[in-house]
T-cell receptor, first 114, second 113 residues
Framework: DAGVIQSPRHEVTEMGQEVTLRCKPI?????LFWYRQTMMRGLELLIY????????DSGMPEDRFSAKMPNASFSTLKIQPSEPRDSAVYFC????????????FGPGTRLTVT | AQTVTQSQPEMSVQEAETVTLSCTYD???????LFWYKQPPSRQMILVIR??????QNATENRFSVNFQKAAKSFSLKISDSQLGDAAMYFC??????????FGGGTRLMVKP
């Protein structure tokens, strides 16, 4: 299996622009997670989906952030409008419904907002 | 709510020696899982080892082992025969109610040749 796939790997954008991060989970995994990693706040869970349904989005910082999972093989995290403080590494992870709760992480997207 | 604390921001070890990274957690769940993840400079998060809370036996994966003290809510990682490739950030994490994985702040491990 190719593992969790994220694109782009790097994104540089100007403040005010819309940014869309993409994730393809491992086939057969039914849970998908979006995390943000910064030096100041470490790893934070933003939102997670179970069977394509958003379960907990309490970690989404504000209304500028939105996430969708239209099908079992694709999810997006959108920031509109982006701000410099959104600069971070964004990880997508997925897990298999066998009860061991192990999450498999993608390589991350490094976002820089200037 | 779950909390995970890693009290050592940085650790160093001589190549081939043994090092122990500390982690404490707090949870109200009776059934939960604990993990150690490694994040090398490539920033890929890699699962190192997993411990089910209901198991008394400490998990072991090759050179990596844990010391799980459930009553003390302690979950330390021991790396034996340290190698240069072990240099990375190590994150302790707990998984419990609500399908949530809570991470500690991380420990940066340096391996000296």
């Amino acid at each position: 299996d190719a593992g969790v796939i994220q694109s782009p790997r790097h994104e540089v954008t100007e403040m005010g622009q819309e940014v869309t991060l993409r994730c393809k989970p491992i086939s057969g995994h039914n849970s998908l997670f979006w995390y943000r990693q910064t030096m100041m706040r470490g790893l934070e869970l933003l939102i997670y989906f179970n069977n394509n349904v958003p379960i907990d989005d309490s970690g989404m910082p504000e209304d500028r952030f939105s996430a969708k999972m239209p099908n079992a093989s694709f999810s997006t995290l959108k920031i509109q409008p982006s701000e410099p403080r959104d600069s971070a590494v964004y990880f997508c992870a997925s897990s298999f419904p066998d009860g061991n709760y192990e999450q498999y992480f993608g390589p991350g997207t490094r976002l820089t907002v200037t | 709510a779950q909390t995970v604390t890693q009290s050592q921001p940085e650790m160093s070890v001589q190549e081939a020696e043994t090092v122990t990274l500390s982690c404490t957690y707090d949870t109200s769940e009776s059934d939960y899982y604990l993990f150690w993840y490694k994040q090398p400079p490539s920033r890929q998060m890699i699962l190192v080892i997993r411990q089910e809370a209901y198991k008394q036996q400490n998990a072991t994966e090759n050179r990596f082992s844990v010391n799980f003290q459930k009553a003390a809510k302690s979950f330390s990682l021991k790396i034996s025969d340290s190698q240069l490739g072990d240099a990375a950030m190590y994150f302790c994490a707990s998984f419990g109610a609500g399908n949530m994985l809570t991470f500690g702040g991380g420990t940066r491990l340096m391996v000296k040749p």
